[in-house]
């Protein structure tokens, strides 16, 4: 089963998106701070990482950068109310993240994102699952 982070200090949007995951089949993990999230996945792994920029102490994009130097492999995907972020101008190591608006209309355009990155990773023979 694919295992998926979600990272939002909206609790309403983190809800959301949890159950919506849960629907389609995933494992979903959710957390409402940076430092949450971190202080977990020291010890665990996931499939994909998806992360809202505007967290407390810990902003989401600083978190993508700290989880990449545990996991350099680990597919993110940004979900964000900040009309105007682009990752790659503040951190080339963000570039290839890709960056959804909130709010979504159609949560399967963010479904089909998180596919595709799970896939790629089976693909690649990535393990990531539980423990380390």
Known sequence: MTRVMVVDDDLSVCATLVAFLEDCGYEVFSFNSG?????????NRVDVAVVDLRLPAMSGDRLILHMRE?????????????PDFD????YVELEDVPVF?????DL???LDEI?????EVS????DHGSGR
């Open 87 to 90: 990752p790659g101008s503040r």
């Open 101 to 105: 608006r909130k709010p979504l209309v």
């Open 115 to 119: 596919q595709a990155l799970s896939q």
């Open 108 to 110: 399967t355009v963010l």
């Open 123 to 126: 693909n690649h023979g990535v």
């Open 35 to 43: 430092e949450g999230a971190y202080e977990w996945i020291r010890s």
């Open 70 to 82: 545990l996991y350099p492999d680990l597919p993110c995907v940004i979900y964000t109310g900040s």
